[in-house]
């Protein structure tokens, strides 16, 4: 399929996991896509296995409002307005609230939150002459709490409802706005998970589907909200979690 041929997209995040999968799915179907994230050595590694004319490498700290303001005006002279925006870039925060410092709380609001709102305003206008689409990355634990987890669940949370507000205002548009939502999904960030048998385990016992996400499931639920299949569909938290939302978290008995 290429059911994003000469489109332009724009990935956060887009160095590693998730957001390398579906930056490399975009391209696949025909897209142009800008690769967006911290680090540029990742950046390039991931631009190495597409088409060169088809990537834009764009190294970028989405918690910096000034550095995302140049972003957009470089997007923009170089390939003209976006026509779709993938939310990825996140980090996690655990720990217990009152044990936690100020700057533990601006470090996951800063990429999680705010990020996502200075990236959403900085690139709607052109997104708006489009009528074009955002995908923000949420999380299962923007849609209910996790131990330990409070911060990066306040940070989730909001996306989540972010993404219900934006979809409503600018709906009348033709500006659709949606979310994914992962449960646990094999990447870097989840590694200490993924490589411990026994904390994986737990998250298997409790997934239906009896096994960890891969970025590449993530990345077919972008590019579905994202493309004109989809094009009914707004305001929607959707869950990509093996099935944990099926249960009502009462314990297995058998």
Same mark, same amino acid.
């Given at each position: !399929?290429?059911?994003?041929?000469?489109?332009?997209?724009v990935?956060?995040?887009?160095g590693?996991? $998730?957001?390398?999968?579906t930056?490399?799915?975009?391209?696949? /179907?025909?897209a142009?896509?800008?690769?967006?994230g911290?680090?540029? =050595?990742?950046?390039?590694?991931?631009?190495?296995e597409?088409?060169? /004319?088809?990537?834009?490498?764009? +190294?970028?700290?989405?918690?910096d @409002?000034?550095a995302?303001?140049?972003?957009?005006?470089?997007? /923009?002279?170089?390939?003209?307005?976006?026509?779709?925006l993938v939310n990825?870039?996140?980090?996690?925060v655990?720990?217990?609230?009152? =044990?936690?410092?100020?700057?533990?709380?601006?470090?996951?609001?800063?990429?999680?939150l705010?990020?996502?709102?200075? !990236?959403?305003r900085?690139?709607v +206008?052109?997104?708006?002459?489009?009528?074009?689409?955002?995908?923000?990355?949420?999380s299962?634990?923007?849609?209910?709490?996790?131990?330990?987890?409070?911060?990066?669940?306040?940070?989730?949370?909001?996306?989540s409802?972010?993404t219900?507000?934006?979809? $409503?205002?600018?709906?009348?548009?033709?500006?659709?706005?949606?979310?994914?939502?992962?449960?646990?999904? /094999?990447?870097?960030?989840?590694?200490?998970?993924?490589?411990?048998t026994?904390?994986?385990?737990?998250?298997?016992?409790?997934? +239906?589907?009896?096994?960890?996400?891969q970025?590449?499931?993530?990345?077919h639920?972008?590019?579905?909200?994202?493309?004109?299949?989809?094009s009914?569909?707004?305001?929607?938290?959707? @869950?990509?979690?093996?099935?944990?939302?099926?249960?009502?978290?009462? +314990?297995?008995?058998?």
């Open positions: !399929m290429s059911r994003f041929t000469n489109k332009v997209v990935v956060t995040g887009a590693s996991g $998730m957001g390398a999968a930056a490399k799915a975009f391209v696949n /179907e025909g142009k896509v800008v690769l967006v911290r680090t540029a =050595e990742k950046l390039n590694n991931v631009a190495a597409l088409p060169t /004319e088809q990537v834009l490498i764009a +190294p970028t700290d989405v918690a @409002p000034h995302v303001t140049a972003l957009a005006a470089h997007v /923009e002279q170089k390939w003209g307005n976006v026509d779709i990825n870039a996140g980090v996690v655990q720990g217990l609230a009152h =044990e936690l410092s100020i700057d533990d709380w601006d470090k996951q609001m800063g990429t999680n705010n990020g996502v709102f200075y !990236m959403v900085a690139f +206008p052109g997104i708006l002459k489009q009528k074009g689409n955002i995908v923000n990355i949420s299962v634990s923007g849609l209910g709490g996790d131990w330990g987890m409070s911060f990066y669940n306040a940070s989730k949370g909001a996306i409802n972010f219900r507000s934006l979809a $409503m205002d600018y709906g009348q548009h033709g500006v659709r706005v949606n979310a994914v939502c992962p449960g646990m999904t /094999e990447t870097e960030m989840t590694s200490g998970i993924t490589s411990d026994k904390a994986l385990d737990k998250f298997k016992d409790r997934t +239906p589907l009896q096994r960890p996400g970025s590449e499931d993530i990345a639920a972008v590019l579905f909200l994202a493309s004109d299949q989809a009914y569909i707004t305001g929607v938290n959707l @869950p990509v979690d093996g099935g944990i939302h099926a249960s009502n978290g009462q +314990p297995r008995q058998a």
